[in-house]
């Protein structure tokens, strides 16, 4: 079974750009779910799917980032413009929670630098 | 809201000591807890995981958890750990459907062989 696909694993952007970074869950997998990790500290969820739509995304600051889901299977996550606090590693981790185990499987991330 | 609250951030031990961790979290409703362990260079992956029943579960690589719901606990432990076991620790907790699952700060394990 293919794991949680994510591009790319490295960014390095100067702060004021915009960056986006793609997911693509392990198939079947009807929930989706970002999260923010910086350095030192656990993972923060962004943004969960659940197919095309958004179950939850009060933590997601949305006057800058933006995540879609459209036709319910891989996804984008959008940072526009990037501040320098932003650098964090971007985790993307999906399960299937019909099967009542709501264990996550999570993507190797994508480590963004802001300068 | 919910929170989790690792109280070790750095746990150095030698081969074959005995190993526990620390988890906390506030909640106020059921929950699911979680162990999630991050070896060097590798993915996040599930270790154990409490919804119900037997407070004390197993999980993966002889490590074990023991909810106790009155101290809001969710402590791993394993009696012998290697050298192999060095990673990043890092406990979570969610609803009871599994939506909102919030991470501890994590621990790191060092195990000196």
């Known amino acids: 079974e293919a794991g949680v696909a994510q591009s790319p694993r490295y960014k390095i952007i100067e702060k004021r750009q915009s960056v986006a970074f793609w997911c693509n869950p392990i198939?079947?997998?009807?929930?989706l779910y970002w999260y923010q990790q910086i350095l030192g500290q656990g993972p923060k969820l962004l943004i969960q799917?659940?197919?095309?739509?958004?179950?939850?995304d009060s933590q997601l600051p949305k006057d800058r980032f933006s995540a879609e889901r459209l036709k319910g299977v891989d996804s984008t996550l959008k940072i526009q413009p990037a501040k320098l606090e932003d650098s964090a590693v971007y985790l993307c981790?999906?399960?299937?929670?019909?099967?009542?185990?709501?264990?996550?499987?999570f993507g190797p991330g994508t480590r963004l630098t802001v300068t | 809201a919910q929170s989790v609250s690792q109280h070790n951030h750095h746990v150095i031990l030698s081969e074959a000591a005995s190993l526990e961790l620390g988890c906390n979290y506030s909640?106020?409703?059921?929950?699911?807890l979680f162990w999630y362990v991050q070896y060097p260079g590798q993915h996040l992956q599930l270790l154990l995981k409490?919804?119900?029943?037997?407070?004390l579960v197993k999980g993966i690589k002889g490590f074990e958890a023991e909810f106790i719901k009155s101290k809001f606990s969710f402590n791993l432990r394993k009696p012998s750990v290697q050298w192999s076991d060095t990673a990043e620790y890092f406990c979570a907790v969610s609803d009871n459907a599994g939506n909102m699952l919030t991470f501890g700060g994590g621990t790191r394990l060092m195990v000196k062989p």
């Open positions: 799917f659940q197919n095309n739509g958004v179950v939850d």
């Open positions: 198939s079947g997998h009807a929930t």
């Open positions: 981790a999906s399960s299937d929670v019909q099967t009542g185990s709501y264990e996550q499987y």
């Open positions: 409490y919804f119900s029943g037997d407070p």
């Open positions: 909640y106020g409703g059921t929950v699911n």
